[in-house]
């Protein structure tokens, strides 16, 4: 029963790096989402996606890139990282859409940018 | 997204009961209320949706107004472990694919 899986945890990049954070969920869920958080903020939506194939920018999609090529899986690239990029990002998925239904949530990847 | 108005922040003692109260003034005949509660280093968990009047489950109570233009999520007898952020959300059902949160209100418990 494991629900959505974060990989990494944790990892720390060099600025210009590029990194593929990886969200799976086994839930057979359409909607999937990556978010980021600051220390002491709220969420803020990156990317989402609305089913295989399918991919949309959220509110800060700047300096990220997302696929989304099987149901399960829900890619977030950073292709060249920034410190301003060093946050939270936290994968989640949903049965439905929007806050109509009840989205599940990892467990988070704590990234940080030197 | 209908835009939704928390308190920053609140403070409680354990064994009290704790009301959260958001507005959503501009809240569409379709919407429905969610909050999710977040614990520190963790993900958002859901905890309790509703439309109208009012909604229980184990965790906690969700009071919403007739003109449904704010709502209410009790928590009864709180603990140290009820120390977290709580979102309030809402959303047009079935009409909108993101899922937006606000800032939150961060709760505090003391012993």
């Known amino acids: 029963n494991a629900g959505v899986t974060q990989t990494p945890k944790f990892r720390v990049l060099k600025t210009g790096q590029s990194m593929t954070l990886l969200c799976a969920q086994d839930m057979n869920h359409e909607y999937m989402y990556w978010y980021r958080q600051d220390p002491g903020m709220g969420l803020r939506l990156i990317h989402y996606s609305v089913g295989e194939g399918t991919t949309a920018k959220g509110e800060v999609p700047d300096g990220y890139n997302v696929s989304r090529l099987k149901k399960q899986n829900f890619l977030l690239g950073l292709e060249s990282a920034a410190p301003s990029q060093t946050s939270v990002y936290f994968c989640?998925?949903?049965?439905?859409?929007?806050?109509?239904?009840?989205?599940?949530f990892g467990q988070g990847t704590r990234l940080t940018v030197v | 997204l209908a835009k939704t108005t928390q308190p920053i922040s609140m403070d409680s003692y354990e064994g009290q009961e704790v009301n959260i109260t958001c507005s959503h003034n501009n809240i569409a005949t379709n919407d429905y209320i969610t909050w999710y509660q977040q614990f520190p280093s963790q993900g958002p968990r859901f905890i309790i949706q509703g439309y109208k009047t009012k909604v229980t489950n184990e965790v906690a109570s969700l009071f919403i107004p007739a003109d449904r233009k704010s709502s209410t999520l009790s928590l009864p007898r709180v603990s140290l472990s009820d120390t977290a952020v709580y979102y309030c959300l809402v959303g047009v059902a079935y009409n909108t694919d993101k899922l937006i949160f606000g800032t939150g209100t961060r709760l505090q418990v003391f012993p």
């Open positions: 989640a998925s949903s049965a439905g859409r929007g806050s109509s239904t009840e989205a599940f």
